[in-house]
């Protein structure tokens, strides 16, 4: 029997990827607010803003089997010139709305599911002009391990965390070659993140042939966390 997996923001970027992979064995519910890159793509869209929405009120399954979050933000701007507002964005896309939606389905997963949840490399690494996004994906990583220990053993809850990835969110970093050359340079493995990097691993953790692993913050991300080839 095919497992139920809802991809939060699938529409695009690694989410796109993630939905592309997962349909092929799972029937899979893609809530997000566009659907154009969709169409060859066997899933089931429900149009849905998570900001001024709850999914609850959606026609989704009552018995889910995985979960997954994808939107988020980057933000990158020195702390002297950021706006307050800008901190109350990011925090809302990145964890209030997170926190709001698994309020609204945790009843609905199933024994032996998985959540996956997205942070980045410079919550564990600082890194300067990332204040606003390391702070509200630092709230999601806490959020998950605390999640973890109250849902074992029925669910597991995961986070990955990755560099610098294509996708069109970060498409202001890497919209020339000199940009691209620069930013792979920056990592051990001399490349950025494809979002087939990052959904393979998500794929891995949804897969309950990998049901050992729960509250862990997995890096993916070229090394950038944990080598220093350049020093």
Known sequence: MKKNILLIGGSYGI?????KKLSKENQVFVASRTNEQLSSVDVTHISFDVLNEDISEKSIPEKLDGFVYCPGSINLKPFKTMGVDTIQKDMGINFIALAKTVKSIINRMNEGSSMV???????GTGMPFHTSVSA????????ARALAAEYAPK???NVIAPSLVDTPLSERLLNNEKKKEMMSERHPLK???STT?????ATFLLDSDNSWITGQVIGVDGGMSSLNVNS
């Open 15 to 19: 989410g796109l990827e993630m939905a």
């Open 117 to 123: 949840f997205f942070s980045t490399v410079a919550v």
């Open 136 to 143: 509200a994906k630092g709230a999601i990583e806490g959020f």
């Open 155 to 157: 669910i597991r809850v």
């Open 191 to 193: 490349r950025v993140g």
């Open 197 to 201: 990097d990052i959904a393979n691993m």
